[in-house]
């Protein structure tokens, strides 16, 4: 037989849609109630407010090794370098509080948010960033470190609060929805594999041995705090950005990461936070 | 679970009986080069998704391989599921490992050879 494979790794999956998104004419609404209902119905045992907390909202075994290390949560001191940093100010004398005011709690739920006149979804860190330069400051690298810490600190002090992102009825604003969706729909890389193969038609199932989580919930909980990514770091830090989890999975599957706040990934997140609405804003946490 | 409860009915000795009469003979090297491709991380990883014997820590995502002479008394339609999986299922999660290019077509042919004699 002659191989008539394509040599190059596709980055993006063939056209081809698995069936959550077949309804193209669902409302952000219909979908949201559809891919909640999925997950509620899937894993009978989860309370619908415990899928904040990844594959131990569907594993009692993983669990409890878990809720031991979240008892003192190697991400701690991290959340205080990001406070410090929050404080710290710029050479002009301003600091962040001028770009996002005083009251750090009500920060974190305004993110992922459609920015009208930009035509663009501005996510946290993405923010973040801007704040620094329209000051005068480097931007800080965006999957790690500084940046990491600081989203760390935004996320802690507004834990409990609601997701609740909203999508505008604005065509642009709907068209960014489209293709983030699109994008956790669609076969990628060289394994030809979607996220929703994995965290929607598999969670629950094993890949090897690695539990894979439902897709709702997954974007509460941002910075991770991943004992893989703290092996890797000389320092210790294990915290991550959602980006660079994305980047992960996209590698996962041999396909070419796009860059961390790259149209692609803001989208995707635009989406993936808004099928979450209604579950509790609950970063950062620890993941192995 | 343990393999053997699978295998362990009458129908694994009649599919031993087929596997006798088989006209084609794969050669025992190719068997064994074909089970570490299906083992190996960087090119099948079976195991990922299937439960095979012989091999540990298995995922439970997909059927488990077992009586494939059953399955597929055409070795060649055994072969096609593996080059390309989405053929018969466009939404197979089984990678389409000839058809992207993950396994050589002799890799598979090896890969072929060790799952048909499960």
């Known amino acids: 037989m002659k191989s008539r494979g394509i040599k190059i790794l596709m980055s993006m999956g063939a056209a081809a849609l698995v069936m959550g998104s077949v309804v193209v004419q669902a409302s952000p609404e219909d979908d949201r109630k559809a891919f909640q209902t999925y997950y509620v119905e899937k894993f009978p045992n989860t309370e619908f407010s415990d899928f904040n907390n990844g594959v131990y909202s569907i594993s009692e075994s993983f669990r409890e090794q878990w809720e031991s290390i979240e008892e003192f949560p190697p991400y701690e001191t991290f959340v205080e370098e990001g406070e410090e940093e929050w404080n710290k100010p710029f050479k002009n004398g301003k600091g962040y509080s001028s770009c996002f005011g005083d009251n750090v709690s009500a920060i974190r739920p305004e993110y992922p948010r459609w920015d009208a006149q930009r035509e663009q979804v501005v996510t946290l860190e993405g923010e973040l960033n801007r704040c620094r330069t329209d000051n005068g400051e480097k931007a800080l690298k965006w999957k790690r470190g500084k940046l990491a810490h600081l989203s760390a600190y935004i996320s802690y002090e507004a834990r409990g609060k609601k997701i609740n992102v909203v999508i505008p009825d604005d065509p642009k604003a709907l068209a960014a929805y489209e293709q983030g969706k699109h994008f956790f729909y669609a076969k990628r890389g060289q394994l030809n594999l979607a996220c929703a193969d994995c965290h929607v038609y598999q969670s629950g199932q094993h890949v090897r041995r690695e539990l894979l989580s439902p897709g709702l919930g997954q974007a509460s909980g941002w910075p991770v705090f991943r004992a893989k990514w703290s092996g890797k770091s000389k320092s210790g830090d294990g915290l991550g950005t959602l980006h660079r989890r994305y980047g992960g999975c996209n590698k996962q599957v041999r396909a070419k990461p796009f860059k961390a706040q790259s149209e692609q990934y803001r989208n995707l997140e635009f989406f993936h936070t808004y099928m979450s609405n209604g579950l509790e804003w609950n970063g950062p946490s620890y993941r192995k | ?118």
């Open chain 2, 1 to 118: 679970m343990k393999m053997s409860k699978w295998i362990s009915t009458g129908a694994a000795v009649a599919g031993f009986a087929v596997a006798m009469v088989s006209s084609s003979v794969a050669m025992a090297g190719d068997i064994e080069e074909g089970k570490a491709l299906a083992f190996s991380k960087k090119k099948g990883n079976c195991l990922g998704c299937h439960r095979i014997e012989g091999g540990a820590q298995a995922g439970d995502i997909a059927p488990p391989i077992l009586m494939m002479k059953y399955r597929y008394p055409n070795k060649d339609e055994l072969r096609a599921q593996i080059w390309d999986a989405t053929a018969a299922n466009p939404h197979s999660v089984m990678p389409p490992f000839g058809r992207h290019n993950i396994m050589t077509d002799s890799e598979i042919d090896k890969v072929t050879e060790f799952i048909y004699s499960l």
